[in-house]
């Protein structure tokens, strides 16, 4: 009697899938942790940037904040909660900050004075009008190069086929299109 072989098990096999819910979402919470990054990062960032006073540990601490507070943070609580423990694990990320770079921990984080802060809209830029005015101000196959490359995010080959000209060719337009806004925009201000 032989019997037939049988297909190996996979793992969770026979085991009930767990069910997925649908929950509700007051106005207060956030949805995922995608809206809790998109609503929060750049007032975090603003905060954390009035503290180390550089671009590059900014950036790094916020995104060191975001790492902390996901495991621990529930989506679920409200805006103000969030914001809260945002603050809170942003005051831990600084004093670990100055203690690595001074050896000692000098991180001064008003709670009520920064919960204000991170309550208030980040202010409107005006990047994008600026950008806009340099632009209009190019020749027109300058103004495509730097379109295609920075504002629609595409590969120097793609901006090439997209402009009909050699990848070399796109490589030299895109540079002197820089140096043409940089000029223009030293002018403008």
């Given at each position: 009697m032989t019997?037939?072989p049988?297909?190996?098990?996979?793992?969770?096999a026979?085991e009930?899938?767990?069910e997925?819910?649908?929950?509700?979402?007051?106005g207060?919470?956030?949805?995922?942790?995608?809206?809790?990054?998109?609503?929060?990062?750049?007032?975090?960032y603003?905060?954390?940037?009035s503290?180390?006073?550089?671009?590059p540990?900014?950036?790094?601490?916020?995104?060191e904040?975001?790492?902390a507070a996901?495991?621990?943070?529930?989506?679920?609580?409200s805006?103000?909660?969030?914001?809260?423990?945002l603050l809170?694990t942003?005051?831990?990320?600084?004093a670990g900050f100055?203690?690595r770079?001074l050896?000692?921990?000098v991180?001064t984080?008003?709670?009520e004075?920064?919960l204000a802060?991170?309550?208030?809209p980040p202010?409107?830029s005006q990047?994008?009008?600026?950008?806009?005015?340099v632009?209009?101000?190019?020749?027109?196959?300058?103004?495509?190069v730097l379109?295609?490359?920075?504002?629609?995010?595409?590969?120097?080959?793609d901006t090439?086929?997209?402009?009909?000209?050699?990848?070399?060719?796109?490589?030299?337009?895109?540079?002197r299109a820089?140096?043409m806004?940089?000029?223009?925009?030293?002018?403008?201000e």
């Open positions: 019997e037939e049988q297909e190996p098990a996979q793992p969770g026979g009930p899938r767990p997925r819910r649908l929950r509700a979402v007051d207060d919470a956030y949805a995922n942790w995608d809206e809790i990054y998109n609503d929060n990062a750049v007032r975090l603003r905060l954390v940037y503290k180390v006073g550089n671009r540990d900014a950036e790094d601490l916020t995104a904040v975001f790492l996901f495991g621990p943070l529930r989506v679920s609580a805006r103000p909660e969030v914001r809260a423990y809170a942003a005051k831990t990320v600084l100055w203690r770079r050896g000692k921990e991180t984080i008003d709670l004075h920064d802060f991170m309550m208030e202010p409107e990047a994008p009008a600026r950008a806009r005015q632009l209009a101000a190019l020749p027109d196959r300058y103004r495509r379109e295609l490359r920075f504002l629609e995010v595409r590969s120097i080959k090439a086929q997209e402009m009909g000209v050699s990848v070399a060719n796109a490589k030299v337009l895109q540079h820089l140096r806004a940089a000029t223009a925009e030293g002018t403008q």
